[in-house]
């Protein structure tokens, strides 16, 4: 989809999207539609019930003066606390009623309106991300379609005078293609997408710069990698580990570390899932997915920071050499753990790729993502991320990130006394507590791992990494969920 920037005048043909103030309060673009239609804008809008709250949506075709082109109305609220996520939402809103349509262009007017404390160009560069984020759709395995059910959309429009829109909408677009690697990862059959397959999509991104190492099981296993690898020992893929370095920032200074739970499907192992439900499993590396966005959009920016990004890449599946509950492993790290419950695969993966991230970085910071609980689920259904840390700074830093692009965070309690569900009686942990608290000592456990003034935070996103309705700005399916989170968070800290 090719998007541009013009204050040329309203096209003739395709369709335009017209931003509308409470109250039918005309912007510019409205008044100029309306005046050219001959009133028939403002009367149209009136019998629907269209009074411009925000959100509200109204698609016109065929309006006097208007017959070659689709006007779609939609409300922007007052616009005094019209933020840059709103921006967005405008956007992808309007996509999505064109994605029905066969309309082959679309056109923002948005000459001559201001919204909230935004600048024109960061109105119109927003606007063109929502739209672009809106658009995504995985239908590489789709040879049914029919041509109507085949978006026609070809060309975004930006209607504007500031000539800096496009500068502003060339970084965010880098951003918006990590997301959408990430929806690509997340939404492959665990078929197609496996530990050595992922590893090859890692290494794509050495055309933007990026440094890729990846480690197979046997230099795991010098490394003494017990806990990843025994996640994986029932599997006839072969697990890995893959680190991608960005390097924009100083010489030799430390990176900050981001690292992912990739367990390409799990089937829960011997302690076998139910099977109503089970094909979702393909996305329990939504973790490692984002890991690996997130890396794609700091390099397509060309980001000033240092930056690590590791995932550790295993399929949970049960046959006769597979990891038992009752079973103890050694981590890297010479602790060991009792085995409990196979289905707790993604801490004990986690282990050994944090503290191998240490060991080899010795980063700033260290944060973890993973979809780890479905007892997050219970207490933030769809919503939120669960965000674990003792570290009140980094989590005050990782809660502005979220808020600033929409991947929301919710602290959630990490105390001594989680960390005491977890001990064993025959080894230094367990890999799960009791049914209480499940969140907070699956943190707890992963907590083990991290060395003493290292910065850490965990964010189980169980709920986010997999959308079940479409939203504004991203369709029913993989979410791309904290690809932005995590370039906002490196932004606004490490970049000078």
């Excluded at 948005?110 to 929502?130: F, I, M, Q």
């Excluded at 966005?293 to 700091?298: D, E, P, R, S, Y």
């Excluded at 000033?304 to 590791?310: E, F, L, M, R």
């Amino acid at each position: 989809m090719k998007v541009t920037f013009s204050k040329a005048a309203l096209p003739t043909t395709g369709a335009i999207a017209i931003p509308c103030l409470s109250g039918r309060k005309a912007s510019d673009p409205f008044a100029a539609v309306d005046e050219a239609s001959g009133g028939a804008l403002g009367k149209a809008a009136k019998a629907a019930g269209f009074d411009g709250k925000p959100g509200q949506l109204l698609d016109l075709a065929g309006l006097n003066g208007f017959e070659g082109r689709r006007v779609i109305l939609i409300g922007v609220g007052d616009g005094e606390k019209f933020s840059a996520l709103d921006a967005e939402a405008f956007g992808g809103r309007a996509m999505a009623a064109i994605l029905r349509t066969r309309e082959k262009a679309l056109t923002f007017a948005l000459l001559g309106v201001a919204l909230g404390d935004l600048s024109a160009a960061d109105l119109a560069a927003r606007v063109a991300l929502g739209a672009r984020l809106r658009r995504y759709r995985f239908d590489k395995y789709r040879t049914t379609l029919e041509k109507d059910q085949i978006p026609q959309l070809a060309k975004v429009t930006v209607n504007t005078d500031a000539a800096s829109a496009k500068d502003v909408y060339a970084e965010l677009e880098k951003i918006a293609d990590g997301v959408d690697l990430t929806r690509d990862l997340v939404s492959e059959p665990a078929n197609v997408l496996y530990p050595e397959s992922f590893a090859q999509r890692c290494r794509e991104l050495e055309s933007l710069g990026v440094r890729v190492k990846v480690l197979g099981e046997k230099e795991m296993e010098k490394l003494g990698m017990g806990s990843l690898l025994g996640v994986g020992q029932g599997s006839v893929r072969e697990s890995k580990l893959v680190a991608m370095e960005w390097l924009g920032g100083a010489k030799g200074e430390k990176p900050v570390a981001f690292v992912g739970k990739g367990v390409t499907f799990d089937t829960g192992g011997i302690s076998l899932k139910p099977g109503p439900g089970m094909e979702d499993m393909k996305w329990d590396m939504g973790g490692a997915g984002a890991v690996t966005g997130a890396i794609a959009a700091l390099a397509g920016r060309k980001a000033k920071a240092n930056v690590v990004g590791v995932i550790g890449l295993v399929e949970n599946m049960p046959d006769g050499n597979a990891q038992r509950p009752g079973d103890v492993v050694k981590a890297m790290s010479g602790k060991t753990i009792e085995i409990l419950n196979t289905d707790a695969e993604g801490r004990l993966v986690l282990a050994d790729a944090i503290w191998w991230t240490q060991e080899t970085y010795q980063p700033k910071a260290v944060i973890d993502l993973a979809t780890l609980t479905g007892a997050i689920l219970i207490a933030l259904a769809y919503e939120f991320a669960g965000l674990f840390t003792a570290d009140d700074d980094l989590a005050a830093k990782i809660n502005a990130a979220g808020a600033a692009t929409g991947d929301k965070v919710w602290r959630m309690p990490l105390t001594k006394a989680h960390y005491d569900m977890i001990k064993s009686d025959i080894a230094d942990m367990k890999n799960i507590g009791g049914r209480e608290g499940g969140s907070s000592t699956a943190a707890a456990f992963i907590g083990n791992f991290i060395k003493e003034g290292v910065p850490w935070a965990h964010l189980d996103i169980a709920g986010m990494a997999w959308a079940k309705k479409d939203e504004p700005t991203c369709p029913k399916g993989g979410s791309g969920y904290g690809v932005r989170l995590l370039d906002e968070f490196v932004r606004a800290n490490y970049e000078g």
